[in-house]
């Protein structure tokens, strides 16, 4: 795992556990063959659930990423920004947090 990710993941838990939110990471280093690009399997990229927060709770966290690791971020084939987390709705509601290394 990248040493900016294992930085992100750890300011992320000491934020949610200031401000009473729960933090499950689902998915780190995985190897599933049905995703588009490697993040996870080469350790730059995060998944966290938010199935059990609130909308309030979500745009924190979001907003606590963005304004302290968005440097950090991968930048969008789509529109050529850079962004450290993306919400994703799709199989499952979650939170993809991703570094450039």
Not at 67 to 77: D, P, Q, R, V, Y
Request: with cysteine.
């Amino acid at each position: 795992m990248s040493a900016n990710l294992i930085t992100i993941m750890g300011s992320l838990w000491a934020f949610c556990f200031n401000n009473s939110i729960p933090c499950q990471i689902t998915s780190i280093k995985d190897h599933v063959k049905i995703r588009k690009t490697a993040t996870h399997s080469s350790g730059r990229a995060f998944d966290l659930r938010v199935k059990n927060l609130t909308e309030e709770q979500i745009k924190k966290v979001v907003a606590y990423l963005n304004k302290n690791f968005n440097h950090l971020g991968a930048i969008s084939k789509s529109d050529n920004v850079r962004r450290v987390v993306v919400r994703h709705i799709g199989t499952f509601d979650h939170l993809h947090v991703q570094t450039y290394n």
